[in-house]
């Protein structure tokens, strides 16, 4: 009867073991997945102000039909205030390359991934689209 007990005990622990493992990498996945589905809806969020700005017009404070003041220096604080260019979820900038009718975002997440790495998304703005992809 001692010899069952001991490995009932052992297998115990042994499943327990798989279970807190088990529970750990489904808890990190799920940290990686929430981190970019709030980075990109910051992005959709981004993406709206830039249009809203592009179609402004200067007088008023605008772009007045151009995305190209929002890629000069500081050009991310025109739609936002400093504490949303980095927040909880990520860091976000201005991707140099802007045009009168684009403007690219980039998110660089702070839930590292499996590798070390960390998720990076990107926002291509145009004046009646925008487009989210995953870089890293």
Request: glycine share 12%; charged share 15%; hydrophobic share 40%.
């Amino acid at each position: 009867m001692g010899q069952q007990q001991l490995l009932l005990i052992i297998l115990g622990v042994i499943i327990v073991g798989v279970a807190i493992a088990v529970g750990i990498t489904l808890f990190r996945d799920s940290a990686a997945s929430t981190n970019r589905d709030a980075m990109a809806n910051d992005l959709m969020h981004l993406a709206a102000k830039a249009r809203h700005y592009y179609k402004r017009p200067a007088t008023m404070g605008g772009g007045g039909h151009s995305f190209s003041n929002l890629g000069a220096s500081g050009g991310l604080y025109l739609l936002v205030s400093s504490r949303f260019a980095t927040n909880d979820n990520a860091e976000y900038s201005i991707k140099s390359g802007t045009t009168k009718t684009l403007i690219t975002f980039v998110g660089t997440g702070k839930a590292p991934l499996d590798d070390g790495s960390f998720p990076i998304l990107e926002c291509i703005v145009t004046p009646s689209s925008q487009t989210i992809s995953t870089i890293n």
